[in-house]
């Protein structure tokens, strides 16, 4: 292992954000972004997104709407665990990218 993932295995996994951060896609369907996320919380400045949060549908052969589902067990977002780069998502898709300076424990 490298300095740099034991560094990062130290960190947690980056915390995901409104509409900036894609998730990976699955099958015939293509990464989408958060469509809902915390009103009151931020990470560089842009909403941070929770269990519970959806979202853009994404379409392929039939159209679904994809929610978090798993979290943080530790960091909380507006009472919620906060969503992080690799968490799933409801559909089968998975989270990817979040905030290079904001992570939350694995």
């Known amino acids: 292992m490298s300095n740099l993932e034991i560094v990062m295995s130290l960190k947690g996994k980056q915390n995901i954000r409104l509409g900036v ?11 989408t972004v958060p469509a809902t996320a915390s ?3 931020f990470t560089d400045q842009i909403a941070e997104v929770r269990v519970s949060d959806k979202y853009v ?3 392929c052969k039939g159209c679904h709407t994809p ?8 960091t ?4 919620l665990p906060t969503h992080r780069s690799g968490d799933p998502l409801s559909c089968g898709d998975t989270s ?5 300076s904001t992570f939350s424990d694995t």
Not at 21 to 31: E, K, T
Not at 67 to 74: L, Y
Not at 76 to 79: A, I, L, M, P
Request: proline share 6%; with cysteine.
């Open 76 to 79: 909380y977002t507006d009472q």
């Open 21 to 31: 951060d894609a998730s990976r896609g699955h099958g015939c369907f293509s990464p």
């Open 96 to 100: 990817s990218n979040g905030s290079i």
């Open 57 to 59: 549908p994404h379409c």
């Open 67 to 74: 929610s978090v589902t798993v979290g943080a067990r530790i």
């Open 39 to 41: 009103m009151t919380v």
